[in-house]
């Protein structure tokens, strides 16, 4: 059975940084390219940054680039994204998501609120 | 950046009456086009990918069409569970983008 499982989210205050990890079971996590998309509240979804699985091409949607930062640790089977200069427009949810060989997502972690508050 | 845009914001349907639910690539998405359906409190869960081919376990009430720039979700006789909210998303080009969604109520 596929798992993913978010964790690293919390309270930040405007400007911080934040690691959020994502561990990954249930399969060969190498060969999947993986994604992080997030939802702020009562909002729609927004994909957020890509990985792919094998040599690790990354992408980002405009809102994060220059800030984020999305790596793979295919040793531990554990995804991440570094958030940096956080503002209060990157208050959401953030779901790790596997992708098949093409980009949709075929499964979804259970998410992990990141809020950035002073 | 494909722009997907949803319509309509919320569709109210009667259990067992058909309904339709559109999505728009402001170019062309090919068939590269998947549905989400989200309930509330809960991750998105995958329905349709290629455009119409139904993921492992979704009900044949769901089907999707569409190709280029126009795709359609069809919930054929919705049961009470399907009432929920569901997203678009094309995965044609990066980056990768979803539709605002559209919620189907009950009516």
């Known amino acids: 059975e596929v798992q993913l499982v978010e964790s690293g989210g919390g309270l930040v205050q405007p400007g911080g940084s934040l690691r959020l990890s994502c561990a990954a079971s249930g399969f060969t996590f190498s060969s999947y390219g993986m994604s992080w998309v997030r939802q702020a509240p009562g909002k729609g979804l927004e994909w957020v940054s890509g990985?792919?699985?094998?040599?690790?091409?990354?992408h980002y949607a405009d809102s994060v680039k220059g800030r984020f930062t999305i790596s793979r640790d295919n040793s531990r089977n554990t995804l991440f994204l570094q958030m940096n200069s956080l503002g209060a427009e990157d208050t959401a949810v953030y779901y790790c998501?596997?992708?098949?060989?093409?980009?949709?997502?075929?499964?979804w972690g259970r998410g992990t609120l990141v809020t950035v508050s002073s | 950046e494909i722009v997907m845009t949803q319509s309509p914001a919320t569709l109210s349907v009667s259990p067992g009456e058909r309904a339709t639910l559109s999505c728009r690539a402001s170019q062309t998405a090919s068939s590269n086009l998947a549905w989400y359906q989200q309930k509330p409190g809960q991750a998105p869960r995958l329905l349709i990918y290629?455009?119409?081919t139904r993921a492992a376990g979704i009900p044949a009430r769901f089907s999707g069409s569409g190709s280029g720039t126009e795709f359609t979700l069809t919930l054929s006789s919705p049961q009470s569970e399907d009432f929920a909210v569901y997203y678009c998303q094309q995965y044609n080009n990066w980056p990768l983008t979803f539709g605002g969604g559209t919620k189907v109520e009950i009516k």
């Open positions: 290629g455009a119409s």
């Open positions: 990985i792919s699985g094998g040599v690790g091409n990354t």
């Open positions: 998501a596997r992708h098949t060989g093409v980009y949709y997502v075929d499964d």
